[in-house]
Antibody, heavy 122, light 110 residues
Framework: QLQLQESGPGLVKPSEALSLTCSVS??????????WVWIRQPPGKGLEWIGS???????YYNPSLKSRVTISIDTSKNHFSLKLSSVTAADTAVYYC??????????????WGQGTLVTVSS | QTVVTQEPSFSVSPGGTVTLTCGLS?????????PGWYQQTPGQAPRTLIY???TRSSGVPDRFSGSILGNKAALTITGAQADDESDYYC??????????FGGGTKVTVL
């Protein structure tokens, strides 16, 4: 059964970089037809797509975050990562990783990781 | 940037039917947007309910159904149960690898 698990610091100082890793178990991250994505949710607010990465390293980013976001993938470790630079309190959120099925006439997010809360504070 | 619109809240009686919608600030939603619906209870990760407009995810009860109604995607809950009380989010594919979520609808069953 495919499972995703986020990990990383729960507290980041303003102006520093946020770094998270999503470990994938139960399937190879190099499987075709899938992208691997990061989604976040500020406390009490809705979901926001951050970006997606294919096993080849091809990426798509949310235009509102593009200047600060880098998503990378390590197929040897079966995990992918998120780096968000120059964080502010507005970046405080639960960060989720998920798999995006991306096939002909089929696109959806599933499964999701359990999420990890990152707080930006000095 | 295009905004995806959802009703902020809905109330439904147990056993009743409710239809949530997912629209665009400009234009109409079609199957080309691959509308998906995600259910979230407090403190939990989202759960996939519906994808590709009307395909139920594995294990999702058939009281949940998806469709296109007019110029919006829709999620209908038929025979609502107490544990359907959740937040529901739609997601639309905007092309060029980009996705946008709606602001979510809080459904209360009472």
């Amino acid at each position: 059964q495919l499972q995703l698990q986020e990990s990383g610091p729960g507290l980041v100082k303003p102006s520093e970089a946020l770094s998270l890793t999503c470990s994938v178990s139960g399937a190879s991250i190099s499987s075709g037809s899938y992208y691997w994505v990061w989604i976040r949710q500020p406390p009490g607010k809705g979901l926001e797509w951050i970006g997606s990465i294919f096993y080849s390293g091809s990426t798509y980013y949310n235009p509102s975050l593009k200047s600060r976001v880098t998503i990378s993938i390590d197929t040897s470790k079966n995990h992918f990562s998120l780096k968000l630079s120059s964080v502010t309190a507005a970046d405080t959120a639960v960060y989720y990783c998920a798999r995006l099925t991306y096939a002909v006439a089929k696109r959806w997010f599933d499964p999701w990781g359990q999420g990890t809360l990152v707080t930006v504070s000095s | 940037q295009t905004v995806v619109t959802q009703e902020p809240s809905f109330s439904v009686s147990p056993g009743g039917t409710v239809t949530l919608t997912c629209g665009l600030s400009s234009g109409s939603v079609s199957t080309n947007y691959y509308p998906g619906w995600y259910q979230q209870t407090p403190g939990q990760a989202p759960r996939t309910l519906i994808y590709n407009t009307n395909t139920r995810s594995s294990g999702v009860p058939d009281r949940f159904s998806g469709s296109i109604l007019g110029n919006k995607a829709a999620l209908t809950i038929t025979g609502a149960q107490a544990d359907d009380e959740s937040d529901y989010y739609c997601a639309l594919y905007m092309g060029s690898g980009s996705w946008v979520f709606g602001g979510g609808t809080k459904v209360t069953v009472l």
